[in-house]
């Protein structure tokens, strides 16, 4: 008798549980990030603006931007923005908190996968050797442009000045 | 009965979970394209064996005897071996520490090391990062037994938070260490204030490692994600290199003394690169002192003034350096140099990346780095590899790098003079 009433028991269980872990907003996920990737991920889809934005837990300056970021997906609805976490596994969980904390897991994360780092770098740009905050910007009306700083960096404002007007 | 009815209250919350869920992804996140499964959290090192060629980051260091020694990390567990062959095989690796909690520095800059003492005797250091926390703690180890038990890891500080730690030994036996520390950091956010980047510090020991004194933040601002580098000078005191902050968020280099006293930086800025930047370029300076006093640096920029991996020399401890010179063939994306300089020459290698093959270029400089032989390439590979690191024993200069696909390597400079 104890083990028929213990299956459902633990089934419902389970069940509440998976019904908690997704009604508070799907776990983050880290889709693996190796080299060849760079190209599918820089595609455009229907030709809306792409940024693709590398950081880290060891380089402050990524991690006091990431609440902008939120902000920024939001006020941009009209981009694909993809985050590129380059640590190594052993510093995924942080990252994930840390995407967490700023209010990002609901966006689009992939995880360097491949310790060929120089091979990831050269294939988002030739002259990147590492160096984060590091954002890739891509959109059908202007040309490709690399930037090595935070948000607030004259070149990304340049480019989204160049991207937003286009648009009008 | 009850049981079924809350299986069945749990399925159809699951299902109307899901579908909510569903119409709440967001339409900004370009998820398509690469279709691989998730990542899995921890997943395991391709190597896992407790030997350098599964290391990500490997030290190497000759003691007074020709024994190479090396430290390392595999996972969470500390390990230093020796080599009486020029690293071809290594002796059964002496286990340091296994973390339970947070992960060991052992990452591009970031590495433990290997000091080998006049006494023969050994001193380890490594930085742990704890799982909750980001900023890092120093441990040293001493072993006086030829490496086969250290002592239980004590912390150079117990707050504050450091990283990048670099030392030299004087011939006398006094060690020096410094390390780049976020304690004002701390200060000035608790006080909501802002401050950039890590102070200085330093301190030396005088019994073999086992405590430091004159712990001191001497200088506020070094960039906090690069790595310091140190290198004894000729009057005994030594000498240490690192990427400051100097005003307007501009990342270029500084070099200083150490002053007898150990209060006191006597140095300078090193160029006016101009790299105005709020990022992190993970790549610190390398420093060498020579026979003659001069001092030796290499360095990476992205700045206004000058881009790429360049060199320079200070005949006057750092009160003025040379114009810079480039390293290394741009088109190739050279980065990590290492020096060393030995009684008779100055030596640089450094890593190139022409999009498929990583090689090791090297030069070789007999007049106090005026000039320079022609570049030469000592090793390559395609796979993932460690930076280069130039080590001296008595008799000769090697290239310490471990890859992926070959693993460990020593390799004896043979450099053209011309």
Known sequence: ?168 | MTYWRLVLFALLATASSARAQESLQPSVNGAEGVNKPPMAKHAPPACSDPKPDCAMTIYPAFDKKGLLWVAYSVGKTLYVASSHDQGKTFSAPTKIITLSDGIIDAHGDARPKIIPLNDNSLLVSYTTRPDKMMIGTIFTAKSSDNGKNFSTPQPMLTSGGQRFDSYVVTPKGRIFAGWLDKTHAAQAKAEGKEFAGSGVAFASSDDGGITFKGKNILMDHACECCRMSAALGRDGLPVFAWRQIFEGDIRDHYAAKLSVNGDKLIGGRVSNDDWAINSCPHQGPALAVDIKGVWHIAWFTKGKNRQGLFYAYSRDEGKSFSTPEKIGDDAHAPAFATLLATKKRLYRAWKEFDGAITTIPAQQSSDGGKSWSAPQILASTTEASDHPILVESKKDVFLSWGTHQEGYRLIPLRLAKK
Not at chain 1, 12 to 19: D, E, K, Q, R
Not at chain 1, 122 to 148: H, M, Q
């Open chain 1, 1 to 168: 008798m104890p083990r028929f009433r213990s299956f459902p028991y633990t089934l419902s269980l389970t069940l509440l549980s998976f019904i908690l872990m997704i009604g508070t907003g799907r776990s983050l996920e880290f889709k693996p990030y190796g080299r060849g990737d760079f190209d599918q991920i820089a595609h455009l889809r229907e030709q809306r603006a792409r940024i693709i934005h590398y950081w880290s837990v060891t380089c402050p300056a990524c991690i006091a931007e990431l609440g902008q970021w939120a902000k920024f997906i939001n006020d941009h609805r009209d981009m694909d923005i993809i985050f590129i976490n380059t640590d190594d596994d052993e510093d995924r969980e942080r990252a994930a908190a840390r995407l967490e904390k700023n209010g990002l897991s609901q966006a689009t994360h992939y995880g360097f996968s491949d310790s060929f780092v120089e091979k990831l770098y050269y294939e988002a740009d030739k002259n990147w050797r590492g160096e984060l905050p590091f954002t890739v910007l891509i959109s059908a009306n202007a040309p490709r442009v690399s930037v090595t700083g935070a948000l607030d960096d004259p070149h990304f404002v340049a480019w989204l000045s160049q991207v937003t007007s286009i648009k009008k």
